[in-house]
């Protein structure tokens, strides 16, 4: 083993041929991420928990007795940390959604569906009984290695969460998405101050810092825009 520039003993992960490189690099970056260890410890689902921590730490969207939709939560990291932040189930409510299964949390309701399904939307009122306060998504499309290809393909995946937040957000509700610097976020940024009163990126210390993954928040939704409106 060697030292990184920490002074921490590094893991090289030696695969005889057996890993691809990009696999043998990512499973090394595991084992040697200091917010992958930390999750273990603290019984979280993924480091990803760290970084939800930081942004409600600093903007405290995740209020004692909320109601918060999780999308894309698998393995539900982040519903982990909502929970126990608006006091599910007693006084707040959490509902996580995936295409994949998700193991049970405490205080959390998990619906196994697709959000971007035409339904979606009015199913979850249904389960909620009402309005969300806050729509979260730290998901990631799968990527291509064509940086413009899986560029729009994120940028798609932000947009349907974007949507299905106007659907099911009450006024005054905040949407808080996975985003990565490209030159088309100013487009959806265009379209979120039409929709909230504040909008902003926001880096946690937590995201890798060769990544460019950012996350958008914005808060203070202006209410049920019109399909005239949204149409634009």
Known sequence: MAKDTTGRLRITVKSAGRLKLSSKLWLERQLNDPYVQQAKRDGLR?????????IDDKYHFLKRGAAIVDLGAAPGGWSQIAAKRVGAPERGKVVAIDLLEMPEIVGVEFAQMDFLADDAPARLLAMMGGRADVVMSDMAANTTGHRKTDQLRIL????GAMAFAADVLNPGGTFVA???QSGADATLMTQLKRDFTTVRHVKPASSRADSSERYVLAMGFRG?????????
Not at 49 to 54: D, G, M, P, Q, V
Not at 156 to 159: A, Q, R, W
Request: glycine fraction near 4%.
């Open 156 to 159: 798609g995946l932000v947009e």
């Open 224 to 232: 049920q825009p019109s399909h005239a409106q949204r149409d634009a």
């Open 46 to 54: 993924s480091r990803a928990a760290y970084k939800l921590i930081e």
């Open 178 to 180: 996975k985003v990565f």
